[in-house]
T-cell receptor
């Protein structure tokens, strides 16, 4: 497709389970970002990938969170041993490169609910 | 945590009224962006600003990059019901992106 694609769009799981969220960036975009948005709040930066460089993980809230980007394209965000405070919308964005003048294009997010 | 202070948090206006919202930062930004988010969707870019003092319009929307590089505003003229949503400012202090907490706009017909 033409835009950033995220799946699943909704995920409900029990506390303590692991979850994987997927992001397909726009073709050719080398920069990829993950954000978390709690209900009624702004976007909280989690992690970004730029080409083959080491990812910037400075926003990950705990070691239960990790992300991979395979082949410079698709990315998965993994949350282990989920807790109720992990409930949020997880947004992925991509841009052509991580330069200062490149706006990000967002997917529609994955709404994660931890019971 | 957030480095941007966005205000107001919410606005309830009558259709046809003009709207103004702004963001301030404690640090200098190289880029200011304004996004709109509707329920169940990701943020969509409205306007991007790249130079201090820059004033850019997109239809009924106008945004400015403050001279001090620490603030930006977004104006919406003659609001219509489809303007409803949450508006986010975002800025790049260097190569990172920071978002404001959003302004929730409600337009009454």
């Amino acid at each position: 497709g033409a835009g950033v694609s995220q799946s699943p769009s909704n995920k409900v799981t029990e506390k303590g389970k692991d979850v994987e969220l997927r992001c397909d960036p726009i073709s050719g975009h080398t920069a990829l970002y993950w954000y978390r948005q709690s209900l009624g709040q702004g976007l909280e930066f989690l992690i970004y990938f730029q080409g083959n460089s080491a990812p910037d993980k400075s926003g990950l809230p705990s070691d239960r969170f990790s992300a991979e980007r395979t082949g410079g394209s698709v990315s998965t965000l993994t949350i282990q041993r989920t807790q109720q405070e992990d409930s949020a919308v997880y947004l992925c964005a991509s841009s052509p490169w991580k330069g200062a003048n490149q706006p990000q294009h967002f997917g529609d997010g994955t709404r994660l609910s931890i019971l | 945590g957030q480095q941007l202070n966005q205000s107001p948090q919410s606005m309830f206006i009558q259709e046809g009224e003009d709207v103004s919202m702004n963001c301030t930062s404690s640090s200098i930004f190289n880029t200011w962006l304004w996004y709109k988010q509707e329920p169940g969707e990701g943020p969509v870019l409205l306007i991007a600003l790249y130079k201090a003092g820059e004033l850019t319009s997109n239809g009924r929307l106008t945004a400015q990059f403050g001279i001090t590089r620490k603030d930006s505003f977004l104006n919406i003229s003659a609001s219509i019901p489809s303007d409803v949503g949450i508006y986010f400012c975002a800025g790049r202090p260097n190569n990172d992106m920071r978002f404001g907490a959003g302004t929730r706009l409600t337009v009454k017909p």
